[in-house]
């Protein structure tokens, strides 16, 4: 499975010009080298910004989404649209858009945690739906947005569900790098999947992001890392198999004794 990942500088506030820069982007790549899957960072249309948010996507939802079905059945590529600020039910979600080849909404998801480092629930709901797997070419996946990685229960959940990769689309500081490669190797080796992270480069509000996106597989290697301070394309090809072989060689999955360290509802 090949995938195509876009650690972007992003305009501030300006959905038009950025996804101007992705359909560019995704037209290039794919005429390049034909990915299975393009994988776009957190926040992508507008970047951080909170305090104007609500003004700045006010009618956005429809046309981002009309952008990415175009962009996904034109290009035939599978998309993990990394995620956009969308105004629904009444408030404000950190919404990843899951895209088939046919370009087909396949899957949603709201980002669960919000950054209390940030004021995200200032401006922000945190998703409420349950966490659930895709399946993307007969491959079941799953998405986490940021911060989210801080969770181990979450990505456990996918995987036991029986998700190969777990996605992380970021908009990860500079300020607590260290932390961003050590949790995707801990969540990557906890659960025997791979890790394929996308973070997004440059400055907003004096705030330096860390770039670094990243592949990992499940033993934990980093097979794949971006630079930390430039726009990237990382072209990386997926060997799935490896999952199935090292869940045999070290049967985690099979050890476990849940009903032991779950809370009482066996969760
Ligand atoms: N956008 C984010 O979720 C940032 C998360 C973060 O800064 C952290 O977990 O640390």
């Known amino acids: 499975m090949k995938l195509a990942s876009y650690q972007m500088d992003i305009i501030p506030g300006n959905p038009t010009e950025n996804r101007n820069k992705v359909k560019e982007w995704a037209e290039r790549v794919c005429k390049e080298q034909q990915p299975d899957i ?3 960072p957190e926040m992508w249309t507008t970047a951080y910004t909170l305090t104007t948010l609500a003004e700045v996507i006010k009618t956005d939802k429809d046309e981002t989404e009309q952008f990415l079905k175009k962009l996904a059945s034109e290009l035939n590529v599978n998309m993990i649209a990394g995620s956009v600020a969308v105004k629904d039910n009444g408030g404000i979600y950190n919404r990843s858009y899951i895209l088939n080849r046919d370009g ?34 007969g491959h079941k996946m799953g998405v986490i947005i940021c ?75 980093v097979v794949h890392r971006a630079s930390s301070t430039h726009e990237e394309t990382s072209k990386v090809s997926l060997h799935l198999d490896e999952v199935q072989r090292i869940r045999k060689d070290v049967p985690v999955f099979s050890s476990r004794v849940p009903e032991l360290y779950m809370d009482k509802e066996g969760k």
């Open 104 to 137: 087909e909404i396949i899957h949603t998801y709201d980002k669960i945690h919000l950054v209390p480092m940030l004021d995200e629930h200032l401006y922000l709901k945190g998703g409420g739906s349950s966490v659930e797997t895709f399946e993307l070419d």
């Open 147 to 221: 911060y989210d990685l801080r969770f181990p229960e979450l990505v456990r959940s996918l995987a036991l569900q029986e998700a190969e990769v777990v996605f992380v689309v970021a908009e990860w500081p500079m300020a607590r790098a260290g932390h961003w490669e050590i949790l995707q190797q801990a969540r990557a080796i906890e659960n025997q999947l791979f890790v394929v992270s996308c973070n997004r480069v440059g400055t907003y509000n004096e705030v330096e992001f860390a770039g670094g996106s990243m592949v990992i597989n499940p033993w934990g290697d």
């Open 38 to 40: 393009l994988v776009l």
